[in-house]
């Protein structure tokens, strides 16, 4: 039996920060109406020790950026929405706070130093590399003015241009390291194709655009045929061998403008934005099964290995309907068996479903 207090109201706090997960713009906010309180309260104990006007002016300027972050929650709760506009706006705002703290705090403000890295910190894990550098700009133009224009960094230039330099580096290494993470998110393990997250957003874009500009795009969702049997009789990593080179053989055999990505097992899909007509697609399908062909042969697999492919056309009269996305990738489920059905290694197309 759990312990009494181990469902206590003061848990909820957590439970509350992982449903903002999917609100970044009111985690942030949040975190800045929490956060910055216990930074008032800290440095309002060294002012009231070392009266002077540097120290009230920063403290005003905390006092002004509490404000701040409720201003930014409130606006979050009401437009929950993400907008790239408000992001940016509000990434740059923290750093514009923490230039004007050092300008009026002079010496007494440099405790806030570590905050610009944390900012930094702050924009690259929530919103990627467009923040992250808009973050770093900001700062990088208010150190530059500080050691123009501020008393105390005019005689400190070493130091100004020191933490310009820091804040270069780190912005650096996390635009690396932002880029990494978010290639891991999109792809496959294994293959390193795209995945089912980055496949769904990218055939929404597909079909919002043949809207406009109209045209034949098509998705193939291809099935290895025997795959079992290779995992079965060759071992696992035979199997994932095969699953490897026949990604490499998609990627090949895809155009500049498709996406290549895998399901999961031995399910792969392509976005083809290449071709204009079915018979494109009908091509791309056939290149396909002489793919696998050359493959088995190739590694001399002494099963049968071929691929079952279902293709759905789109145009511009294609609709998501409220399936969304998932609807077009269960229609092509639907056609790759009934090529299965006709006997393996084969192709079938949406149109060529019967009627329920």
């Known amino acids: 039996m759990a312990p009494w207090w181990f469902d206590a109201p003061?848990?909820?706090?957590?439970?509350?920060?992982?449903?903002?997960?999917?609100?970044?713009?009111?985690?942030q906010a949040l975190l800045r109406i929490v956060l910055c309180p216990v930074a008032i309260a800290l440095y309002g104990s060294f002012a009231y020790r070392y009266h002077v006007p540097e120290t009230r002016d920063t403290l005003i300027i905390l006092i002004a950026y509490a404000?701040?972050?409720?201003?930014?929650f409130i606006d979050g709760v009401r437009r929950p929405e993400r907008t790239s506009y408000r992001v940016f706006v509000t990434t740059a705002m923290d750093q514009a706070f923490v230039a004007v703290a050092l300008f009026l705090g002079d010496r007494e403000a440099l405790p806030f130093i570590f905050v610009i890295f944390w900012f930094l910190i702050g924009a690259a894990c929530r919103y990627g590399k467009g923040p992250l550098l808009v973050s770093a700009l900001v700062i990088l133009c208010g150190l530059l003015g500080l050691i123009v224009l501020a008393p105390w960094w005019i005689s400190n230039?070493?130091?100004?241009?020191?933490?310009?330099?820091?804040?270069v580096a780190t912005s650096s290494y996390l635009c690396v390291l932002v880029s990494r993470i978010e290639r891991r998110a999109r792809t496959d393990v294994l293959t390193g194709l795209f995945n089912r997250s980055?496949?769904?957003?990218?055939?929404?874009?597909?079909?919002?655009?043949?809207?406009v500009n109209g045209g034949w795009n098509a998705i193939l969702m291809i099935d290895l045929d025997g795959f079992k049997d290779v995992n079965d009789l060759l071992g696992h990593s035979a199997g994932d061998e095969l699953l490897r080179q026949f990604a490499r053989g998609l990627q090949q055999l895809a155009k500049r403008q498709d996406l290549v990505a895998r399901l999961g097992g031995d399910e792969f899909v392509i976005l083809s934005r290449a071709g204009q007509t079915p018979e494109d697609a009908r091509s791309l399908a056939?290149?396909?099964?002489?793919?696998?062909?050359?493959?088995?042969?190739?590694?001399?697999?002494?099963?049968q290995v071929s691929a079952s492919i279902g293709i759905c056309l789109l145009s511009a009269t294609t609709s998501l309907g409220d399936g969304g996305v998932r609807s077009l990738m269960t229609l092509t489920d639907r056609a790759m068996y009934l090529a299965k059905q006709r006997g393996k290694n084969g192709t079938?197309?949406?149109h060529e479903l019967p009627i329920p």
């Open 10 to 27: 003061w848990r909820r706090g957590k439970l509350f920060f992982d449903r903002l997960r999917e609100y970044p713009e009111q985690e």
């Open 67 to 72: 404000v701040y972050g409720f201003a930014t």
């Open 157 to 167: 230039k070493p130091a100004g241009v020191g933490l310009m330099l820091g804040v």
């Open 198 to 211: 980055t496949l769904d957003e990218e055939i929404e874009r597909t079909c919002a655009r043949l809207k």
């Open 286 to 303: 056939d290149a396909i099964h002489e793919l696998i062909g050359r493959i088995r042969c190739e590694y001399e697999y002494s099963m």
């Open 348 to 350: 079938a197309f949406v």
